[in-house]
């Protein structure tokens, strides 16, 4: 069966996702990256857009925040752009780890691969990964310049946050150090690793990342520029990971709950992807105990109920 939805109805189910969810309480700020929890908490804004390029935005969905694990998203993009979608299967992996984001133990537990480039271990490997090999200034403007061309605008490297997360990342130096062990490493450690960092860093705003979800949505055409980001046979890769291991160990809950593929991060965004229909993004900074954005899982919630979308339903959808 396929079902018409207006632009009309779409703008009407983020303004009621919004209205519905801005006076929710609960969680808090990232507070162990000091950066993070000193981000106004009373932050909210959500973005979405369709693949012809209009774009749907209320509150605070300008502001500039860091995009932190978000960033796992384009680079697992542009190592499969780059070596592959095979190699990145091979060399990372793409199942759940069933734990949280930067568990150690998952490496021990599973220590041929680092299981998804959506996790901290993988998307350190990912990081590796990424060409021209070791060549820090290179790699960097490859992860800048994928990102640029997902979202059609440049992120911004927040100094402060970046020097922050480098001075509390000890989990992930250890995670960087054993990866290297198991020789599931493909460059220098301490480089991946400060790439890693300084992508996480990136100042990136709603809207931007609402358009990188929508070039995923369509895909890897971005719906502003008209131009080609990625090779479309990697679209649904790309939204299986999220749909696997975007919410790390209750993924499967998100999925059951919302039938939206989306990828969190500590910065309080969460992007989602609805392929052929949409990208959305909504963001706050107030974490629950896993680290997902409390108002933003509800804003998506609220709105995928409204607009009675499932990635999983055999209904299909054309927007007028």
């Not at 490496?107 to 090999?133: F, H, W, Y």
């Not at 000890?170 to 690793?193: G, K, V």
């Not at 790439?195 to 890897?220: F, H, K, M, N, P």
């Amino acid at each position: 069966m396929i079902t018409r939805l207006t632009y009309e109805q779409i703008s009407a189910a983020v303004q009621d996702a919004y209205d519905g969810c801005k006076s929710i309480k609960g969680g808090q700020n990232a507070h162990y990256i000091p950066y993070l929890a000193n981000v106004n908490p009373g932050l909210f804004g959500i973005s979405l857009c369709l693949p012809d390029g209009r774009t749907i935005s209320v509150g605070d969905t300008v502001y500039r925040f860091g995009i932190e694990s978000v960033s796992k998203v384009p680079t697992a993009i542009l190592a499969m752009q780059q070596a592959g979608a095979q190699a990145v299967l091979e060399d990372i992996g793409a199942d759940a780890t069933g734990l949280p984001f930067d568990s150690i133990f998952a490496i021990l537990l599973e220590n041929d691969r680092p299981s998804t480039p959506l996790v901290n271990a993988g998307a350190i490997a990912a990081c590796s990964m990424v060409q021209p090999k070791g060549n820090a200034e290179g790699k960097w403007a490859a992860i800048l310049n994928n990102m640029t061309a997902l979202m059609g605008s440049e992120p911004v490297l927040i100094d402060e946050l970046y020097r922050s997360e480098a001075a509390t990342n000890f989990s992930n130096r250890s995670i960087a150090w054993l990866l290297r062990e198991y020789n599931r490493l493909y460059d220098d450690p301490e480089m991946s690793l400060d790439l890693y960092t300084r992508q996480c860093s990136l100042g990136v705003t709603a809207e931007q990342l609402a358009i990188a979800a929508a070039t995923i949505a369509d895909d890897g055409v971005n719906p502003i520029t008209k131009k080609r980001a990625f090779s479309a046979e990697l679209a649904p890769k790309v939204v299986a990971l999220m749909s696997a291991v975007g919410f790390y160990e209750h993924s499967g809950d998100w999925l059951y709950a919302t039938g939206l593929p989306a990828k969190t991060g500590v910065g309080g965004a969460i992007i989602g992807v609805m392929p052929g229909l949409f990208g959305v993004c909504a963001f706050a900074p107030p974490l629950d105990e896993s680290g997902n954005s409390v108002k933003a899982q509800a804003a998506l919630k609220h709105l995928m109920k409204t607009l009675q979308l499932n990635v999983f339903s055999n209904t299909h959808f054309d927007i007028a």
